[in-house]
């Protein structure tokens, strides 16, 4: 089993940055994937990023040149640096990870508890 624990969620004014982080524990044996989500108000779950475990890195149009998605492999952890936020990135943030328990098992999509991020002045 697999737990992903999230932080770095907060309030902050238009403009400002913010640095989530989801560190990785338990039983792995290796990550692949790993990625950031978003949740707004009566909105559906969208993709705001994605870093392969080779680095290769995606963005959502709406965060391209502001997020910066990186990983720690050494400490499981992946991160996302978030500047020039506006109050439409409001929204709860959850981190994605593909991992293996063991070498025999395929690859399982875990999710972060979501931390909230304001954007708000």
């Known amino acids: 089993q697999v737990q992903l624990v999230e932080s770095g969620g907060g309030l902050v004014q238009p403009g400002g940055s913010l640095r989530l982080s989801c560190a990785a524990s338990?039983?792995?044996?290796?990550?692949?994937?790993m990625g950031w989500y978003r949740q707004a108000p009566g909105k559906q779950r969208e993709l705001v990023a994605t870093i392969s475990s080779r680095g290769s890195t995606t963005y959502a149009d709406s965060v391209k040149g502001r997020f910066t998605i990186s990983r720690d492999n050494a400490k499981n952890t992946e991160y996302l640096q978030m500047n020039s936020l506006k109050p439409e990135d409001t929204a709860v943030y959850y981190c994605?990870?593909?991992?293996?328990?063991?070498?025999?098992?395929?690859?399982?999509?875990?999710w972060g508890q979501g931390t909230q991020v304001t954007v708000s002045s």
């Open positions: 994605n990870v593909a991992a293996r328990a063991t070498a025999s098992t395929p690859p399982y999509a875990y």
């Open positions: 338990g039983l792995i044996f290796s990550i692949g994937a």
